[in-house]
């Protein structure tokens, strides 16, 4: 059983948290420059993936700075393996939706046919993103919650433009959800509501499925099928500015593991999210990390009314209204030649490395000197190509691994599908999938270039009674 209140649910806009960055585009800052034209969902200026999802053309250099980002497709997502559904780093991730289902900033491991989203000391935790889009739909996550003072688990929606649909949970408070939605990003702290389960079930302890349902009139919040929450479009009308402020734009699926109780957070966001993080707790001696789990993520796409186009491929922005209007659907391709390629120069490429040549002084018997030709690697670049934040852990490309180095948790406070706390010493996997788009060369080295390792991060937390 579920129940929705109001009173007491905590208001979040995904934001920035955990980390310090310096945001360079947004509201008071302006655009992006011509060097780095992408804006991130972060507020960060760059190339490559900076252009890809997330990229906000509100604060782009151009609207075509962005690339199209891929149409929904209807499917359920297992993470039984690193096979089922796909996950890969997003600094290998080029654009190209058939390379992988999701693209991954932290640290994801596979083990016991779910996928854990880990939270190790100093890091930042681990966040998944779809690398389709949703313009509508109804999507499902199977998942259990982490627990503990200061950490957060979330379940969102988020479009490009910042209209967002959240499921929340709070690490002390294992029955309620918490739930909201924003338009384009504006901190309206009133739209939030809470469900909590019954007494004799908790969102750590055991699977639940948390669902939207999302059309162009109204989100539904449901749990295990039993509503809890709708929030109607015809409620959300703003007289002064002409528009419905409703998520209306298509976004990504994200599911994250974030530590809320940073002690450089604000106090507010920490006292939110049930104090300061403890980086020596039970949790962390038993497994190491801090963990979420998911079984499988079900989207079922819906047709958006009126939309403008009639491509397969595509959703892409034609005016920055930021309304569903503004969005046409396109057969333009979504993925990048390289790393340091924009929507602006989509086959740009690599630069060739140099070449060297010297002349080896010393000779043979036979008076013959040898000729070296040596090759040097193109520089590193200054401008960011991966955006994020420094801390989400290790590029998920570098963990595979068989040794068995896990630790098996006990058996105190739920179980895993084999019966463990923490993912099992056996069955560890990652995805090997290369995520370079057709006619992409890139290499290791360009991937590691500007800010390596992000996380979305949902912050700017609001208590309202």
């Not at 007491?8 to 060097?35: D, F, H, M, R, Y």
């Not at 499902?140 to 967002?164: Q, W, Y």
Request: hydrophobic share 30%; charged share 20%; net charge negative.
């Amino acid at each position: 059983m579920v129940r929705f209140s109001t009173l007491g649910a905590t208001v979040l806009l995904a934001s920035t948290v955990a980390a310090q960055i310096k945001k360079e585009c947004g509201e008071g800052l302006g655009k992006c420059p011509s060097n780095k034209p992408c804006c991130s969902q972060y507020g960060q200026c760059g190339v490559g993936a900076y252009c890809l999802g997330g990229c906000d053309p509100g604060w782009s250099n151009k609207l075509e700075s962005c690339m199209p980002a891929p149409q929904c497709q209807s499917k359920t997502y297992k993470f039984t393996d690193s096979k089922s559904s796909p996950i890969i780093s997003n600094t290998k991730y080029l654009g190209d939706p058939s390379t992988a289902d999701w693209v991954s900033d932290g640290q994801p491991l596979y083990a016991n046919g779910v996928v854990y989203l880990t939270m190790a000391p100093e890091t930042v935790g681990t966040v998944l993103a779809s690398t389709r889009y949703v313009w509508y739909g109804k999507i499902s996550a199977t998942m259990r919650t982490s627990r503990g003072a200061g950490v957060v688990s979330a379940f969102i929606m988020m479009s490009d433009v910042k209209d967002e649909i959240d499921y929340e949970w709070v690490g002390v408070d294992l029955q309620t959800s918490q739930t909201n939605y924003y338009w384009n990003g504006i901190p309206d702290y009133t739209h939030s509501g809470n469900i909590t389960l019954d007494g004799s079930t908790n969102t750590y302890s055991d699977w639940h499925t948390y669902t939207i349902d999302w059309t162009p009139d109204s989100i539904t919040w449901s749990v295990d099928g039993q509503v809890g929450r709708v929030a109607k479009r015809g409620d959300t009308y703003n007289a002064t500015t002409g528009n419905f402020e409703f998520p209306q734009t298509p976004s990504r699926v994200q599911l994250s593991l974030w530590p809320g109780g940073l002690a450089t957070n604000g106090q507010g966001t920490i006292d939110w999210a049930g104090g300061l993080i403890q980086w020596d707790s039970d949790e962390i001696k038993k497994n190491g990390y801090y963990y979420a789990m998911v079984k499988d993520v079900t989207v079922e796409c819906y047709n958006a009314p009126g939309a403008k186009g009639s491509g397969k491929t595509s959703y892409k922005f034609t005016d920055l209204n930021k309304v569903n209007t503004s969005v046409t659907l396109s057969n333009d391709r979504t993925w990048l030649k390289s790393f340091l390629a924009t929507g602006e120069d989509q086959d740009k490429d690599l630069p060739k490395p140099e070449t060297k040549t010297t002349t080896q002084i010393s000779t043979d018997a036979a008076g013959k000197t040898t000729t070296v030709v040596n090759t040097i690697e193109p520089t590193e670049s200054s401008v960011g190509t991966v955006p994020g934040l420094d801390g989400a852990g290790f590029d998920s490309g570098d963990l595979n691994r068989d040794d068995g180095s896990g630790t098996s948790g006990g058996s105190s406070g739920g179980s895993g599908t084999d019966g463990t706390d923490g993912p099992a010493v056996t069955e560890w996997s990652q995805s090997s999938t290369s995520g370079q788009s057709p006619g992409s060369d890139a290499t290791r080295y360009i991937l590691v270039w500007g800010n390596l390792v992000g996380m979305l991060v949902l912050g700017a937390v609001m208590v309202t009674l």
